[in-house]
């Protein structure tokens, strides 16, 4: 019996992307390595799973090192069908990325990188997404990849909560201060799209925008972390609930209206 923790690891830019490629060769020497990712890019994914089509699978490379899959599936289809249908036992850690763009605040809800990680812990798997908070084309993974090992590493150590998930974002720097534990920050999108018309007058929309924080400065949250040279660490719950408001709620006057009587 295979006593390697067994690693899958996806992403959303495909499964040529640099970033999952830097990323594998640095899980090397932590466990069995799974590769399967998607066949191109689904960015903005979140839980978009395949329903009304099929989906395959193709084996694309086997050695000592690592096993490679391709699929034509969204990231959450790539980790349903990994654990479900290919691979012969549960995985003891699932990383997803590293992504080419961050995925700090509100952008984990958009996210298919962060959306496999949380499908992997629905399936009860110890579930980590890596991100380098940077678009720039040629960026340097080499931090992300490191640190992503890092916290990989110290997953399979200590564990996590169930229904507990972690999201890395990493800042394109060549030396990155260290690894901030801190919570999401609080902002939204705006100004987010960009419009044109065609040669006949209709208009149509290109995704654009600019995030602005809603945090005052100072506050210990990602994108502060990000801007003072740290990776952002946060923890994720996948039970959404509002606790804090539940006992208010119940409060309500939720009493359903009488049905009128006719005639």
Not at 53 to 64: A, F, N, S, W, Y
Not at 87 to 102: E, I, W
Not at 251 to 258: A, G, M, N, V
Request: proline share 7%; net charge negative.
């Amino acid at each position: 019996m295979n006593k390697e923790p067994l690693i899958l690891i996806t992403n959303d830019d495909g499964v040529e992307a640099e970033g999952l490629r830097e990323l594998t060769k640095s899980l090397d020497g932590l466990g069995e390595l799974v590769v399967f990712a998607p066949d191109g890019p689904r960015s903005g994914m979140s839980g978009a799973i395949t329903a009304m089509v099929p989906i395959t699978c193709t084996l694309l490379r086997r050695d000592e090192k690592r096993t490679v899959y391709s699929c034509t599936g969204t990231p959450v289809d790539c980790v349903k069908l990994a654990v479900n249908e290919i691979l012969d036992r549960q995985p003891d850690l699932l990383v997803s990325g590293a992504n080419h763009g961050g995925n700090q605040a509100v952008c984990v809800h958009y996210s298919g990188t962060m959306g496999a990680v949380m499908e992997g812990c629905i399936l009860g798997i110890p579930s980590l997404g890596v991100s380098l908070a940077d678009y720039t084309p040629g960026s340097d993974f080499s931090e992300t990849s490191r640190l992503g090992r890092k916290v990989a590493g110290l997953v399979l150590e200590e564990g996590l909560p169930r229904g507990t998930y972690l999201n890395l974002n990493v800042p394109n720097r060549p030396h990155v201060r260290g690894i901030a534990p801190c919570r999401q920050a609080d902002g939204r999108w705006i100004r987010e799209f960009n419009r044109t018309e065609n040669p006949e007058g209709k208009p149509y929309y290109w995704l654009a925008g600019e995030f602005m924080t809603l945090d005052p400065a100072g506050e210990n949250h990602d994108i502060q972390r990000l801007e003072e040279g740290y990776a952002s660490l946060v923890p994720g719950r996948i039970d959404v609930t509002d606790y804090a408001f539940l006992d208010a709620l119940r409060q309500w006057d939720l009493r359903p209206e009488p049905i009128p009587v006719e005639g």
